[in-house]
């Protein structure tokens, strides 16, 4: 078996049980391979031939097997800030729940106790905005949504947050 076909295996197993979305260490880890300037340039060559696609700095996919284009954009989000508290917040979750009637296409928002950053992805744009808030006063405010594996704010933080970030809150209903 090939490295590239050994990739495309580890890649179809995560697929199974709910993965599909992987950073380069984590790749490197499932292939047992130090993950080094030879394994990144690696992963670049696969891409470049059309085995695997990157998604954001760091994070790749397969094309043979890619996650649920529904949840992909979540999935890619925990990626990128899975060490820090995030959370769907601001016009996304506003969005989500009825309080704004416009309806967010392409485009999540997602607070984050991480750098802010935004990030263009074949799902979507994801949008990190930095939050100085302590985690024990956002903790109370959120509620995990199972269907996406993320948190979400209450409508309430995510009209704080707006505010905080100086949005456009001009937007809300009622």
Same mark, same amino acid.
């Given at each position: 078996?090939?490295?590239?076909?050994?990739?495309?295996?580890?890649?179809?197993?995560?697929?199974?049980?709910?993965?599909?979305?992987?950073?380069?260490?984590?790749?490197?880890?499932?292939?047992?391979?130090?993950?080094?300037?030879?394994?990144?340039?690696?992963?670049?060559?696969?891409?470049?031939?059309?085995?695997?696609?990157?998604?954001?700095?760091?994070?790749?996919?397969?094309?043979?097997?890619?996650?649920?284009?529904?949840?992909?954009?979540?999935?890619?989000?925990?990626?990128?800030?899975?060490?820090?508290?995030?959370?769907?917040?601001?016009?996304?979750?506003?969005?989500?729940?009825?309080?704004?009637?416009?309806?967010?296409?392409?485009?999540?928002?997602?607070?984050?106790?991480?750098?802010?950053? =935004?990030?263009?992805?074949?799902?979507?744009? =994801?949008?990190?905005?930095?939050?100085?808030?302590?985690?024990?006063?956002?903790?109370?405010?959120?509620?995990?949504?199972?269907?996406?594996?993320?948190?979400?704010?209450?409508?309430?933080?995510?009209?704080?947050?707006?505010?905080?970030?100086?949005?456009?809150?001009?937007?809300?209903?009622?």
């Amino acid at each position: 078996m090939t490295r590239s076909e050994k990739l495309l295996s580890i890649f179809a197993n995560t697929v199974k049980a709910g993965g599909g979305v992987h950073t380069t260490s984590e790749l490197a880890f499932m292939m047992g391979e130090p993950p080094g300037p030879a394994f990144t340039k690696f992963l670049s060559d696969c891409a470049r031939k059309g085995v695997i696609r990157r998604v954001a700095k760091g994070v790749f996919e397969s094309v043979l097997t890619p996650p649920e284009p529904s949840t992909a954009l979540y999935k890619i989000i925990r990626k990128l800030r899975g060490s820090v508290l995030s959370y769907i917040s601001l016009e996304s979750q506003l969005s989500f729940t009825g309080d704004i009637s416009q309806l967010v296409m392409d485009r999540v928002t997602v607070m984050t106790k991480g750098r802010s950053g =935004i990030f263009v992805t074949p799902y979507g744009v =994801i949008e990190c905005i930095h939050t100085k808030k302590s985690v024990g006063s956002i903790a109370p405010c959120l509620y995990f949504d199972a269907d996406i594996g993320m948190y979400r704010a209450t409508t309430e933080q995510a009209i704080a947050d707006l505010k905080d970030c100086n949005r456009n809150v001009q937007m809300l209903e009622g």
